[in-house]
C-alpha cells in the first residue's frame, strides 16, 4: 500500500523555525514531483512549495526567503524547511506526490494526511 506520511509539524512562537518531513513508502517505482501544501482555517488550500525531480523549485511568493523545499531521492523523502514563521502560517500542511507505480501505470497524485502547524504571535 502507497502512503505519504507527514512529520515535524507542531507549535512554535512568532519567528521559530519548524522543519516538516514526508516520506512516501510502498511499492513505487519513481517519484516525480513533490509539493507541500496548506490550508488554514476558513481559506482555500494553496501551493507552498513545490520540487522536481531534478531539483527545481517554486514556491509562493507569501513564503519566498523564508522557507526552503528539498528531497533525498534515495530516501523517498521530501523537506520543508520553515524559517521566521509567522502567525498566518497556521494551518495544516500537506505533503504531495506524483508517483509512478508500475512500469505499466502512468503517474498520479498522492496526498499525506496533513499535519497541523501553529505559530502563536
Known amino acids: 500500500q502507497v502512503q505519504l506520511v507527514e512529520s515535524g509539524g507542531g507549535k512554535v512562537q512568532a519567528g521559530g523555525s519548524l522543519r516538516l518531513s514526508c516520506v512516501a513508502s510502498?511499492?513505487?517505482?519513481?517519484?516525480?514531483?513533490m509539493a507541500w501544501h496548506r490550508q488554514a482555517p476558513g481559506k482555500q488550500r494553496e501551493l507552498v512549495a513545490g520540487?522536481?525531480?531534478?531539483?527545481?523549485?517554486n514556491y509562493a511568493d507569501s513564503v519566498k526567503g523564508r522557507f526552503t523545499i528539498s528531497r533525498d531521492n534515495a530516501k523517498n523523502t521530501v523537506y520543508l524547511q520553515m524559517n521566521s514563521l509567522k502567525p498566518e502560517d497556521t494551518a495544516d500542511y500537506y505533503c504531495?506526490?506524483?508517483?509512478?507505480?508500475?512500469?505499466?501505470?502512468?503517474?498520479?497524485?498522492?496526498w499525506g494526511p496533513g499535519i497541523q502547524v501553529t505559530v502563536s504571535s
Open positions: 504531495t506526490a506524483d508517483l509512478r507505480l508500475t512500469y505499466y501505470t502512468g503517474i498520479h497524485d498522492y
Open positions: 510502498g511499492s513505487i517505482l519513481s517519484i516525480e514531483d
Open positions: 520540487i522536481t525531480s531534478s531539483g527545481s523549485t
